[in-house]
């Protein structure tokens, strides 16, 4: 007679499935275990490492390569802290070990870091309230880490120099500015010149620019124009080539 796999008949709490055991034993064993776990999750809630993948694989078609990566360094931390603190079910994560997690389980982390991986902890945390794997809004009582910006000093025109040599000198590059050194060192005069942010920069769009009597205006509003290397800034697109 064949060795057949021995089945589950089901009931609420286990499925009707096969257990891959052909001896009744490890079966029987297997069946004492899942209905063990099944207790422990209606009286506890589901475990954190399950709802640590839920969440993992409901954000992934959202979330670029390299933030998703950070999300589950970061959860996956979270997961070994509280397991070493003898917590694997959601819902015994309270706001104390959360803050504990803050200073013991991300201690390597410079202050900005933190603050994002703490805020992405919250992000996690409102979800987890939502979907009922936690019983408080743990989000609104965790508080964010608040890193504190050094002022510094600008550079010196003998610095700015020597930044705007070095761009340069990036011939070689693969892809985006690192194949067009001119062009960077360009974005690097505009944004010295007008003082506009990294985004606007690349955004920008000459043919939008209109010249008042004190101000370069573009559509998405004016700006000082700030003179400090060169009475017009146009006059150095000649170093494009």
Known sequence: MPNLDVWRTGNSVVPRQSTGFTDLAEAEALRDTLIAQSKNETAHGPKLEDC????????KHELGEKTYGQIKLLLGRLQTYCEGQGVYFAREINVDLLEQ???DGLPELADTSKG?????LRCFLRVAFRRGWIAESLADKVTAHRAVYAQKEPYSDEQVDSVLNEALKLNGGTHG?????KTFRLLLELMLETGMRVGDAIRFDPATL???EHLWCTRSGCRSRRRRRSPDPWKRSSRTG
């Open 52 to 59: 640590i993948s839920k969440y993992l694989a409901a954000r």
């Open 101 to 103: 997690f803050k200073v």
């Open 116 to 120: 994002t991986a703490v805020a992405k």
């Open 210 to 212: 209109a010249k008042g």
């Open 177 to 181: 500015y690192a194949k067009h050194p």
